[in-house]
Nanobody, 114 residues
Framework: VQLQASGGGLVQPGGSLRLSCAAS????????MAWYRQAPGKQRELVAA???????NYAESVKGRFTISGDNAKTTLYLQMDSLKPEDTAVYYC?????????WGQGTLVTVSS
């Protein structure tokens, strides 16, 4: 299983970005698909997740601003980020959890700055 994240970049406060994660390989019995982020000097944290039942979960800090979505085949995962703030600056990682294992993308850097 390989995950390839893309879509990061430099954006001004209040702007938007859409991250994508392309998944390939043997994808089955996926429990969760998620986005995490890690800011400099901080631990990696969950941003948004899709559960196996189709439920979504968001960090309090991004509720109402970020939207996680994906295609039916679960080969692509998106994170729409609106009303971005400087504190959203981080490396964003996509994650698939399946058959008891975590799979990670390589990370894409999002910088929110004027």
């Amino acid at each position: 299983v390989q995950l390839q994240a893309s879509g990061g970049g430099l954006v001004q406060p209040g702007g938007s970005l859409r991250l994508s994660c392309a998944a390939s390989g043997s994808l089955f019995r996926i429990n969760t698909m998620a986005w995490y982020r890690q800011a400099p000097g901080k631990q990696r944290e969950l941003v948004a997740a899709f559960g196996s039942g189709g439920t979504t979960n968001y960090a309090e800090s991004v509720k109402g601003r970020f939207t996680i979505s994906g295609d039916n085949a679960k080969t692509t995962l998106y994170l729409q980020m609106d009303s971005l703030k400087p504190e959203d600056t981080a490396v964003y990682y996509c994650n698939y959890f399946m058959l008891g294992k975590n799979y990670w993308g390589q990370g894409t850097l999002v910088t929110v700055s004027s």
